[in-house]
C-alpha cells in the first residue's frame, strides 16, 4: 500500500506537470522535473503543511535550472526550436473541452523567447496565481523583482504573441481549407485563409528537411507550401494525412514513404485568428514525434 506522502504526491501530479510542461515546453523533461521532485519529497523528515505549496516551489527550481541549461543547449540547436508536442487523435466533442484547457504551441513558441526567470516569474503568478512572495522564492529574489520580470513576460507575450483565439471547430474548418488549396495550388484560396502576418516555423532538428528560419508573410507562406506539397513531395508515396489534435488545437499528421525507404512524419499545428492561420508550426524532429498512448504510431 502507497504510504501517505505517496498519495499525496500522486495527488498533485497532473499540476506538477502542468506547471512544468509551461516552463519546459517538452513532456519528457518535465516528466523528469516532476520525478525529480517525487524524490526530494519522499526524502523529507519533517512535516510539510502545504504539500501543493512546496511541490510547487521544488519542482519550479528543479525548472529554473533545466531552463537555464537549456538556454546553452537551445543557442547550438540545429535551424527553429519548436517544442515537443502532445499529440493526441483527433477527439470526439465530449473531450474538447478538455482538450482546449491544453497550452497551445503559439504561446510555447512565444514563452521560448522569454529570459528563464521571466518564464518562471510569468506561468507561476499569471498562469497559476502563485504569489508574488513565492515566485521570489524560487527565483531567490525580492517580490518587486519577481513582479518585474513577470510584468516584462507579460509585455513580450502581448507583443511578441501568435494570435490564437479561434475554437476548436473553426481550427479544424480553417485547416482544412489551407490543405485543400494548397494541394491545388489555389493561390487565391490561400491567401483568403492565411493572416497577413502569417508566421511558419519548422523544427527539423538537424535530421529532418526544413525551412531554417520562420517564414513571414502571407505569399511567402503559401509559396512554401504550394511548392512543399505540389514538388518538393512529389517522390513521396502512400501518403496520409490524418487529422490530430495537439496541445488541444488543430493539427494534422503528414505521413508517406520515401524513394529510399525512409519515412516521412510531419505534424504541423495550427494558430488561428478571426477565419485565417496566424500560425503554422511544423515538427519533423523525430525525437518530439512520439505519439504515445495512440494507433497513429
Sequence with gaps: MPSPSAVEFEAQRSYLMAVAYRMLGSR?????????????????????????????TVTARICLDQLNSARVRRTAYPGEWLPAFVIEPDADPARHAELSDQVSVALLVVLERLTPEQRVAFVLHDAFAVPFDEVAAVLDSTPAAARQHASRARKAVADGGIRHTAGLAEQKRVLS?????AQTGDMRTLAAVLAPDVVAIGDGGGVARTALRPIHGADKV????????????????????????????????????RPDGSRLVVVSAVAVDEGRITGIFNQQNPEKLILPGSDLE
Design 28 to 56: 519528457a523533461e518535465a516528466e523528469d522535473a516532476v520525478q525529480e521532485a517525487w524524490l526530494r519529497y519522499a526524502q523529507q523528515t519533517e512535516e510539510i503543511r502545504d504539500v501543493r505549496g512546496w511541490l510547487t
Design 177 to 181: 481549407a489551407f490543405l485543400a488549396a
Design 222 to 257: 503559401a509559396r512554401f507550401f504550394t511548392g512543399l506539397l505540389n514538388y518538393r513531395l512529389a517522390d513521396v508515396t502512400d501518403i496520409k494525412v490524418e487529422p490530430v489534435i495537439v496541445n488541444g488545437s488543430a493539427a494534422m499528421l503528414l505521413r508517406g514513404s
